[in-house]
Nanobody, 128 residues
Framework: QVQLVESGGGLVQAGGSLRLSCAASGRTFSSAAMAWFRQAPGKEREFVAAITWSAGTTYYTDSVKGRFTISRDNAKNTVYLQMNSLKPENTAVYFC?????????????????????WGQGTQVTVSS
């Protein structure tokens, strides 16, 4: 199994920044890629960004391109999500997830079925 622990969430004003971290432990060698998803109250969990461990290839949902940056530290088995220019609509619980393989069809990263382990989530609240 792989254990994932998110941190870095909190309350920030619109226009502010936060950096989320996701530390992986356990059978991390079975992880090929990591992603961030978010879920707002009453809404489905949605893809935010993903990154592959080996090549560092990144994928983003359109609404965060240019504002959010996903990165990884292979030595620490940790993935980060730097979020800038935050908006109230970015308020959600943010989850990290790990995928057992690299997908050549990028659309596979966008759905929850491509991931086998999930963290507990960290709350991000953006006030207007």
């Amino acid at each position: 199994q792989v254990q994932l622990v998110e941190s870095g969430g909190g309350l920030v004003q619109a226009g502010g920044s936060l950096r989320l971290s996701c530390a992986a432990s356990g059978r991390t060698f079975s992880s090929a890629a990591m992603a961030w998803f978010r879920q707002a109250p009453g809404k489905e969990r949605e893809f935010v960004a993903a990154i592959t461990w080996s090549a560092g290839t990144t994928y983003y949902t359109d609404s965060v391109k240019g504002r959010f940056t996903i990165s990884r530290d292979n030595a620490k088995n940790t993935v980060y999500l730097q979020m800038n220019s935050l908006k109230p609509e970015n308020t959600a619980v943010y989850f990290c997830a790990t995928s057992p393989r690299v997908y050549y069809n990028r659309k596979t990263y966008y759905g929850t079925n491509g991931y086998d382990y999930w963290g507990q989530g960290t709350q991000v609240t953006v006030s207007s």
